[in-house]
């Protein structure tokens, strides 16, 4: 069996993340354009050709600019919740009535050979969403642009092999920052991102220290680094016990290009410049 997982993108300038299994081969969120989209499946020697579905976590430019291109030239279903159709649809162009598909938060989606569960964000967007995605008993967990991350979140995304979380921003870089008030009060918010002790902190409390991989995303450019993303949720860890390195592998997802390529059906990590199989 296959289950892999690469995220494309991730950071305020552009968002997707890349699943396949033996018979899906799926994007959530297309935040660049149709051919950075293309060039960035190309790095992985994946043919856009050969996708079934984008699935759509909200309406936000970094996550939907690239979404009409590549369903009209590759007659790709595009999977969203209401709310977040009505808010995009204006933005993404024309989409064949075939290929708009339209879920329910907290509801359980039967894709081929994925069970894919949208669950609730709390992001300024019309219905935010990420995706907790299974296969046998192997799950993967995307949570990104939300303020908060409730029980009920928790409760759905415990026991993931993979989380993909965000750890946006250092709330002290944020605070002293060039951004004006309204926009970091804005990101701050319950409604906006998960800062770097944020993400510590549920992680913390979710984690079981069996082996699992845990991908940092949606960093700011000007709020954070890599390094400090990764320290913050790193020592934290260390202070409750956990072995980061041996228990937990943890890396930060890459802004403009391929992270590493994970098998999470062999549990093993590829470095991104690997040929796949």
């Known amino acids: ?54 699935f759509v976590t909200h309406e936000h430019a970094d996550h939907i600019k690239g979404i009409g291109v590549l369903s009209r030239r590759y007659n790709l279903p595009v999977i969203a919740n209401t709310e977040t159709w009505y808010a995009m649809d204006k933005k993404i162009g024309k989409i064949s009535d075939k290929n708009i ?37 192997r799950k993967l967990s995307i949570v990104t642009d939300t303020g908060i991350v409730d029980d009920s979140i928790c409760e759905e995304i415990k026991d993931s092999d993979l989380f993909f979380i965000e750890a946006n921003h250092d709330i002290d870089m944020l605070k002293f ?28 409390d979710i984690l079981r220290g069996d082996h699992e991989i845990i991908q940092l995303a949606h960093l700011s450019r000007e709020n954070n680094t890599p390094i400090k993303a990764y320290e913050t949720v790193r020592n934290y860890l260390w202070s409750l016990g956990l072995d980061v390195g041996e ?24 470095a991104k410049n690997t040929t796949r199989n």
Request: glycine share 6%.
């Open 247 to 270: 228990q937990i592998t943890l890396e930060v997802a890459e802004r403009y290009t391929p992270s590493n390529l994970i098998d999470l059906e062999k549990m093993e990590i590829y």
């Open 177 to 204: 920052g060039p951004y004006p008030r309204a926009l970091k009060d804005r990101i701050l918010s319950d409604y906006g991102h998960l800062s770097n002790d944020a993400c510590a902190n549920l992680l913390g």
């Open 101 to 137: 598909y339209v879920f329910q938060n907290n509801r359980h989606i039967n894709f081929k050979d994925l069970d894919i569960l949208p669950i609730n964000t709390s992001h300024d967007s019309a219905n935010s969403c990420g995706y907790v995605i299974s296969k046998g008993n």
């Open 1 to 54: 069996m296959s289950f892999k997982f690469c995220s494309l993108s991730s950071g305020s300038s552009g968002n997707s993340e890349y699943i396949e299994t033996d018979n899906s081969k799926i994007l959530i969120d297309a935040g660049f354009s149709g051919k950075a989209i293309e060039n960035l499946l190309d790095s992985i020697n994946v043919n856009p050709r050969e996708l079934d579905a984008i």
